[in-house]
């Protein structure tokens, strides 16, 4: 699993900043997280294989989070793109961009598809045999939702040493990476866990953003693997938090530590601060494994300790 | 009068070259010209201040002409804008505006009015005692109009020899720019150009883009000081140019020499092209004072020699 940070900074594009939008690579797929203006410019930059795109999801309905969805859809009709592109947001997302296509009429040459959504309860909005995608309510000044991606479990891995031992015929072996017990020809049952190691456990990434502290969710993202929380702010200005509906680092930290996740990614800054290392040092004060997006930045989550 | 380029490339927003928008600055006047995505960030590039821009006119609701328009918009309003902002464009540009802002339910703080165009003729869209604004009816494939920009005449200039020699009191300077003659006390009248020299001549901008070769509109272009024309490809895909609704730099040549224009202004380019002087040397077949537009490019006219 990989996530690449095209955009982290709250509010609008700057010469140096960009809005929210990020990359996943999980199990084969490229998720596109968020669209602020400018995403293709940071796609083409980041060199993202457009086509590679197939599923954008975006959080809420703000310019920052959405501007440039509209013209990263113009941009694939022009590189005469032939595959499906599904786009899952807030109701209202398709017609603002169809009313757009349709003014400059430059209807898509390849299948566009909208899911809308309304529901202010977890919801899977997608899934495969590798992975699902649900989302998670926040609590924002407009109807907002996280995502939550997840691996499933992989199959079983051979125990090639035992395997081999009992000289069991390579037709058999997927049927033993299912999960299934060995039968010999003379009856004898070989129990699975004598013949496999248990997959990679699956992991999980958490995209929470924009948002208030909202504990609510916490029983939904215990145990997350990779937390992207916003955190808007630093406590010395907590009190622009909750009327705006954004989080201080400091909150940020407490729901990693709440829910228990592996590691908290901090983005979504306001661009009054100098230096990102504040909003480290505060969410540490709650959470030890912070890890600090900027635009350009790429987690690869498979090396995250080198 | 002063043309800064922000953007002046055909089709998609790429990581070293912008779509079409451009600041005229003409008689304390800062005109923004067209709106593609990324727009606001090449105005801090250029340090454009943001509160000095009144007027937009767009051209028409293609995305690379259009889709920064929204951001800029919705900045205006982050940053607690208060004056009135102008828009000038096709039908349909406050629907796909006012959605956008009623979705993330962010109207402006401030007055914003839109100037729906729809007229298939040159029509007078802003005028004051100094400039006037008037459409340029083009053809492309969907409704497009460029702009005509005029400088009106200014007060005639004081022959500061003439006055003092005739010992004219201060008070009736005034008078005399506006061109009246000069009654002294005893019934003498000094006829007004014994006092003046003629008023600088007035300058006019004309923004044609995007479009094909349209003669017609040589009257209304004739004599134009500065004309930008499109010039998205070259000889060598003319036979691209009227189905996509383009012109050919030559074509460029062309409309200038038959409008006789002071200096022609080349820009829409094609990405395909690895070098703007192949722009420059097809329009010169047809028109020598060839001028190329690039992003960041200031055209300052009252120097142009320099």
């Not at 070989?190 to 190691?197: A, G, H, K, M, V």
């Not at 456990?201 to 929380?229: E, R, W």
């Amino acid at each position: 699993m990989k996530l690449t940070i095209l955009g982290c900074y709250a509010a609008t594009p700057r010469t140096f900043t960009n809005p929210t939008s990020q990359v996943l690579q999980i199990k084969n797929h490229l998720f596109l997280i968020d669209c602020g203006e400018g995403t293709q410019v940071e796609l083409r930059r980041n060199k993202v294989k457009f086509s590679k795109i197939k599923h954008i999801f975006i959080s809420h309905l703000h310019g920052d989070h959405f501007f440039g969805l509209v013209g990263l859809i113009s941009t694939f009709r022009l590189l005469n793109r032939e595959g499906e592109l599904h786009v899952y947001g807030p109701k209202g997302i398709k017609e603002a961009i169809t009313l757009q296509l349709k003014l400059s009429n430059s209807w898509t040459n390849y299948p566009l598809y909208f899911h809308e959504l309304v529901s202010k309860e977890p919801e899977i909005i997608y899934e495969d045999d590798k992975v699902s995608v649900e989302t998670i309510p926040l609590k924002h000044r407009v109807y907002t939702n996280g995502f939550l991606f997840k691996e499933k479990a992989g199959e079983r891995k051979l125990n090639m040493n035992a395997v081999l031992k009992k000289e069991i015929d390579v037709l058999y072996y997927k049927k033993i990476k299912s999960g299934k017990d060995m039968i010999l020809e003379d009856g004898t049952v070989i129990p699975n866990e004598q013949l496999t190691f248990d997959p990679d456990p699956p992991k999980s990434y958490a995209f929470c953003s924009d948002t208030v502290y909202k504990p609510d969710n916490i029983p939904q993202l215990q145990g997350t693997s990779y937390m992207y929380h916003e955190s808007t702010f630093l406590e010395a200005h907590a009190k622009l938090a909750e009327p705006t509906g954004h989080s201080t680092a400091r909150q940020a930290g407490l729901m990693a530590k709440q829910a228990n996740v592996e590691y908290l990614i901090l983005g979504h800054y306001s661009t009054r601060y100098p230096d990102l290392t504040l909003f480290a040092n505060e969410a540490k004060l709650e959470f030890d494994n912070v890890l600090i997006a900027d635009d350009g930045k790429v987690f690869d989550f498979e090396n995250l300790d080198d």
